[in-house]
């Protein structure tokens, strides 16, 4: 989706603030829903990618609330897209009178171990590679309304595969429970004069991992 | 997934009947219904999270014991000093440094040093002549088992949006000058990647032991925004 979230090449965003010395997190409650979206992930029972919601937060809040508060709104989201929760719960902040309590919940060990195993989403199969490493290809120009991991700076531009990753499940239609699609990521640098023009430095690139359904021949 | 914005705003910004931002939600309902009583419910995130930590459980979907494991984990367990100990062990020992650089995940992996987010860690080499820079242009992706969470200006939108257009004038904001003839790399890691820069050993470390060389490596210095701390400048 053309959405706020995809940032890269924009210049109004102000400066860089830094922070000398941070805090893993800054309010207990950051930890406590970070810990929560990780808790509930685990089980393996949700049918929505994390990033989805946060992308769909209105532009407006999604500047203004915190990384933290994306998580609030999409654990939430995530959770009634599943039909584990109800808006109705969420609003009254009790489970539906005469609900069944679900054994879903992971205990401390399972919870943590789940974490450090994240679904991987590499599948060893043979799927054949559409583009070979030193080949030119040109990122698409698609618009796709829904989640996407092709910025938009980048579509239309040309550059050139420096490295096959292997075979990975595509995230465009798996966010969503509509298939695994699994294909090639490859590493593809563009020159920063094809992105930006001749304001940038002539031997700077960017480097982007895509997949290939974005890529076509030049 | 067929929600509308409007829904998604709503279920954002209030939950337990907690009105977050009720100038934006419920003025008009305000006027319309005079009755509409939120003023007295507070408003801040702390509550909102509280207040879907007590329904999740209550709904047997989440155990607060498995929250406090979780916290500990990022805390106390992962963080830069992995990355910084990877890194250290990759400026003595040119077999591992090959093994890091080819193979990224695996050789990260002999220190115990896997999952989630980390799942392919990619590591990009900092020479005289190359100077690679890390950003999540989309989101925040970040390799967390070798660096734990990333800090606050990562995440940010200034940082997202113009390290890819001018990682130079960032670079430069943020305290590093990257000559005019060094090649500059930026890495904004889009799909299922992570990248973790091996930053240049400083020099006249030569005889320092792979511990005492681990303290020069900043969490900056593996995101690409910094150089390694160089002996004698520490503060």
């Known amino acids: ?218 | 997934m067929t929600t509308t914005r409007r829904d998604l705003l709503g279920t954002a910004l209030t939950v337990a009947g907690v009105a977050v931002t009720p100038k934006l939600i419920h003025a008009s309902d305000h006027h319309d219904h005079g009755e509409h009583d939120h003023q007295d419910v507070p408003s801040d995130p702390a509550l909102r999270v509280k207040a879907l930590e007590s329904l999740l459980v209550a709904k047997g979907l989440v155990d607060r014991a498995a929250l406090d494991a979780l916290i500990d984990v990022y805390e106390h367990q992962v963080g830069p000093r992995n990355g910084a100990r990877v890194v250290a062990r990759a400026w003595v020992d040119p077999a591992f440094k090959a093994r890091l650089l080819e193979h990224g995940t695996a050789a990260v992996g002999e220190f115990g040093y896997s999952g989630n987010q980390g799942a392919d860690i990619r590591v990009v080499e900092n020479t005289p002549t190359v100077h690679n820079v890390v950003v999540c242009t989309l989101c925040s992706c970040y390799p967390w088992p070798v660096l734990g969470l990333p800090p606050v200006w990562y995440k940010s939108a200034p940082y997202r949006a113009r390290a890819v257009i001018d990682p130079r004038g960032v670079l430069r904001e943020m305290g590093t000058e990257v000559p005019p003839d060094v090649e500059v790399r930026v890495w904004d890691s889009t799909a299922e990647q992570r990248y973790l820069v091996l930053p240049e050993r400083p020099q006249r470390t030569e005889h320092w032991s792979e511990e005492k060389l681990a303290d020069l490596v900043t969490r900056d210095s593996m995101i690409g925004v910094a150089k390694a701390t160089v002996p004698g400048t520490q503060t």
Do not use: C
């Not at chain 1, 109004?12 to 830094?18: P, V």
């Not at chain 1, 207990?28 to 810990?35: K, L, Q, T």
């Not at chain 1, 096959?164 to 990521?185: A, L």
């Open chain 1, 1 to 218: 989706m053309n959405g706020i979230h995809d940032m890269g090449g924009m210049q109004d965003m102000g400066a860089i603030q830094r922070e000398k010395t941070e805090p893993v997190f800054h309010a207990v409650w950051e930890g406590r829903i970070y810990a929560m979206s990780n808790a509930v992930q685990g089980t393996g029972k949700l049918k929505l990618g994390l990033r989805p919601p946060m992308e769909n937060i209105p532009p407006l809040d999604y500047l203004r609330i915190s990384y933290y508060e994306k998580f609030y709104v999409s654990i939430t989201e995530r959770l009634v897209a599943s039909d584990l929760l109800t808006r109705e719960e969420l609003q009254r902040g009790t489970p539906d009178p005469g609900s069944k309590k679900s054994d879903l919940a992971l205990s401390p060990s399972a919870a943590v171990a789940a974490m450090m195993k994240n679904p991987p989403t590499r599948r060893d199969l043979p799927v054949a590679a559409r583009f070979q490493v030193g080949e030119i290809v040109r990122a698409r120009n698609i618009n796709p309304a829904t989640h996407t991991r092709l910025p938009r700076y980048v579509r239309g531009k040309s550059g050139e595969i420096v490295r096959d990753h292997g075979v990975f499940v595509f995230s465009d239609t798996s966010v969503y429970g509509q298939g695994e699609k699994p294909q090639h990521i490859y590493s593809v640098r563009f020159a920063a004069r094809e992105l930006w023009g001749q304001q940038a430095a002539p031997q700077d690139s960017v480097y982007l991992d895509l997949f290939d359904d974005y890529l076509e021949t030049v």
